[in-house]
């Protein structure tokens, strides 16, 4: 204990020095009087970006920094810790290597079977700096040294942790990642991998930890194309919001689906049946055919008044125009332009043919000259420019579904009704796909924007490139005497090309590349984890598919859990769209949350409509048995089992109807509830969906027969310790065993 001990201060303070580096470096690098020229502007904000990175990581390494010590037989002896660190000598010896480092594996995956070439592994239990528990386990049957720390239950660490009363943020668990989730976390990162399992398997805890080995692995190129992590709702986003940056990871966006077009937000709600249909992949069609509806011409024509002589856009002539445009294959709005062309071009020649007649018939008497006049003169010409706006007009995605859903057309009449409203109703989630996808259909002309940005990406890879010879020949003393990881900020200068140095400038210039893609319908994220993944409609895989081309992604869900009218059903049904058969399926297990007690309860539940439903097997239990209470006033039976229930640790959180949230927050006034509850505070009111992916201490079910089943399984699987039911009609069918109380 006390070597541990003495190896822990020095650890700190080797971190206090390496952030007190860190930072004296940023604020150099901010004051340095290196000129306002463009390189001094460059240099500068590569190294602010990457020292910002640094600090942002030995922050994160502050809370339980070493967890772990891994001796090998061959004599190899190595600390594991959140993050990675290095002695200031001659060698950069190490002196705690990353959980996410190859070296560390055995930490996780070593058994006395497969001993991966380990003697001992220590778990180092921390309280701030200071050691307050060891356990070692002895691999190497042939070791016969003892240190007095070996315990005879190797799972001891792992079952305090998920004893720990919660705090309403998800916590990190790089000390007890057990076997079968390290492979899940380690899996390359190509392709799509999809994670299922019952509750409380870890899947959401498992999803964050590879999006954080992910980033380290491919820091490269995950660092600049950023990951997305999609959760179903915005207190989970909160719940979970804290496990990354506690790993040193900040490249990370996390968002709703109902997020993920920029510049709209959310805020309105839909009927179940309209939330089915607009998730439902004949909306793409509805929505396809809609766009080629306002693709129009003239019955018969329209006539135009214009200085040179009367101007007649038949229907013919603008038929041709559209066949040409549709011909391009480009978006709508893309497409326009030829429209445009076609329809001038053509009212040129009909100009042409009547104001150049020979009255004699020969041929045309206007010269090249004058018929480019003319064009001209009809392109300016305002009436024109306002027909072809009626027949092609330009449209943005905003206006073309709004129009939509006013006057839906393509689609069964029972699906028409269930999804026609008045227009400026608020956008709801089940909207947020339909634009991506009017988005697509539609396009954007921004080519004037692009050619510009085109060359100013030429000259800044120009300048880059002069940066880099300049660079590389005034290397000096200072930067060769930097840490290892500062040390990083030179290999930039000197390995990247021009190319990539321009691109690092500009991210540098501007925002992290997480902030980028968030506020960008068309950035490629690097990698995609979705939770909750079973909800999702194909609508919106159809667009998370989109911000994923690489199809570089982790699903994790539990179909049992499935409440989404829209829901896309299978994994088959989702992926095979986009992948066929090529993706990579594991499941998890072991249920790490819900006590055995009530894991049966919450199984019996889905045995009485299934009765081959096998549920997680829980590694833990506790002594309470899980109760039910027949009330006839439901809300202060509620009221009375919080006041019961909040004299423990952690937290309580009561799930009820929706339509019963108001009465409960009268009797249960300091409980925090609405659409972004605070799950940090002792007592929260949740309805079903919102509890999705929580946890809790204590669980308490108020009028259990409203819920629809799946809903139910959610709610009875939260709690980690107590679960209570209360409720005046009645049990569902499977609640039997709950204990009655009076
Ligand atoms: N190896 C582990 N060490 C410590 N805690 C763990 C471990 N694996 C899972 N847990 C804990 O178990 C709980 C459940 O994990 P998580 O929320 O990721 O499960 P889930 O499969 O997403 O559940 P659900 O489908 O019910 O939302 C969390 O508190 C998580 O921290």
């Not at 600390?79 to 290095?86: A, F, K, L, Q, V």
């Not at 929580?694 to 629809?708: G, H, I, R, S």
Request: proline residues 6%; hydrophobic residues 40%; negative net charge.
């Amino acid at each position: 204990m006390r070597r541990e001990q003495e190896f822990i201060d020095e650890l700190y303070e080797r971190l206090a020095d390496l952030r007190a580096g860190a930072e004296t470096a940023v604020q150099q690098a901010l004051s340095r009087d290196g000129g306002n020229t463009r390189q001094a502007m460059l240099e500068r904000d590569i190294l602010v970006a990457e020292q910002s990175g640094l600090l942002a990581a030995f922050n994160a390494g502050e809370r339980g920094l070493c967890f772990g010590r891994l001796v090998f037989r061959d004599g190899r002896d190595h600390h594991i810790g959140r993050i990675g660190m290095r002695r200031d000598d001659a060698d950069r010896t190490p002196m705690v290597i990353d959980w996410r480092a190859d070296v560390a594996r055995p930490f996780y995956l070593a058994t006395g079977h497969t001993p991966m070439g380990l003697r001992r592994r220590r778990h180092l239990t921390t309280e701030g700096q200071t050691v307050t528990g060891l356990h070692d386990e002895i691999l190497d049957l042939d070791d016969t040294e003892r240190t007095g720390y070996e315990g005879s239950d190797a799972d001891a660490v792992l079952l305090s942790a998920l004893d720990a009363a919660r705090t309403g943020r998800m916590h990190d668990i790089v000390q007890t990642i057990q076997a079968e989730q390290d492979r899940i976390i380690r899996a390359p990162h190509r392709g799509v991998m999809v994670v299922e399992g019952g509750p409380g398997t870890g899947k959401t805890v498992v999803a964050l930890h590879r999006a954080a080995y992910l980033l380290f692995a491919h820091r490269e190129l995950l660092a600049r194309r950023a990951v997305l992590v999609v959760g179903p709702n915005p207190a989970f986003l909160s719940y979970i919001g804290e496990v990354l940056p506690s790993l040193g990871e900040t490249g990370v966006l996390l968002a709703t689906p109902g997020e993920l077009f920029p510049g709209v937000t959310a805020t309105g709600t839909d009927t179940p049946e309209a939330a089915a249909v607009k998730g439902a992949a004949a909306m793409a069609d509805a929505l396809a055919a809609f766009v080629r509806d306002r693709q129009a011409v003239p019955d018969p024509e329209i006539v135009i008044a214009h200085d040179d002589g009367e101007l007649r856009l038949t229907r013919e002539m603008a038929e041709d125009a559209r066949a040409a445009a549709r011909a391009t294959e480009q978006p709508h709005n893309l497409a326009r332009a030829t429209f445009a062309f076609h329809v001038i071009d053509a009212l040129t020649e009909q100009l042409t043919d009547t104001l150049g007649a020979d009255p004699y018939g020969g041929p045309n008497l206007l010269g090249v000259d004058d018929i480019a006049q003319l064009g001209k003169a009809i392109a300016a010409n305002e009436d024109v420019h306002a027909a072809i706006a009626g027949l092609w007009p330009q449209l943005s995605p905003q206006q073309l579904v709004e129009d939509f859903l006013e006057e839906p057309v393509h689609l069964p009449d029972a699906d028409i009704a269930a999804i026609r409203r008045k227009p400026g109703a608020e956008w709801t989630p089940a909207d947020v796909p339909l634009l991506d996808e009017a988005a697509e259909l539609l396009g954007v002309d921004d080519s004037a924007a692009l050619a510009r940005a085109e060359a100013e990406r030429q000259e800044r890879i120009a300048f880059a490139q002069g940066v880099l010879e300049l660079s590389y020949g005034s290397r000096t003393q200072e930067f060769e005497d930097r840490d290892d990881e500062e040390s990083e900020v030179l290999l930039a200068h000197d390995l990247v090309d021009a190319e990539r140095l321009a691109e690092r400038h500009e991210e540098a210039d501007h925002r992290t590349a997480a902030e980028r893609a968030a506020a960008d319908r068309t950035w490629a994220f690097g990698h995609i984890i979705v939770d909750e993944a079973q909800e999702l409609s194909p609508m919106t895989w159809r667009l998370l598919m989109r911000r994923c081309p690489t199809r570089s992604m982790t699903l994790v869900g539990d179909p049992a859990q499935t409440a989404e009218p829209g829901a896309s059903g299978s994994w088959e049904a989702i992926l095979s769209p986009y992948v066929g058969e090529r993706y990579e399926q594991v499941v998890l297990g072991v249920n790490y949350r819900t006590p055995a007690k009530i894991m049966e309860v919450a199984a019996d539940l889905l045995r009485a409509a299934d009765p081959s439903f096998t549920p997680p097997r829980s590694v833990r239990d506790t002594d309470g048995r899980p109760w039910s209470q027949a009330a006839d006033d439901v809300p202060a039976a509620v009221a009375e089992a919080v006041a019961g229930a909040t004299g423990d640790a952690g937290r309580v959180a009561v799930i009820a109807p929706a339509g019963l949230i108001g009465a409960l927050a009268e009797v249960l006034p300091w409980a925090s509830y609405g659409p972004e509850p605070d799950l940090t505070r002792p007592v929260v009111l949740l309805d079903p969906r919102q509890a999705k992916g929580l946890e809790f201490d204590t669980v308490v079910v108020a009028e259990p027969d409203e819920f629809q089943a799946s809903d139910l399984y959610v709610a009875l699987t939260r709690a980690t310790q107590r679960l209570g039911v209360i409720h005046s009609r009645g049990l569902p069918k499977g609640l039997e065993q709950l204990a009655p109380v009076a």
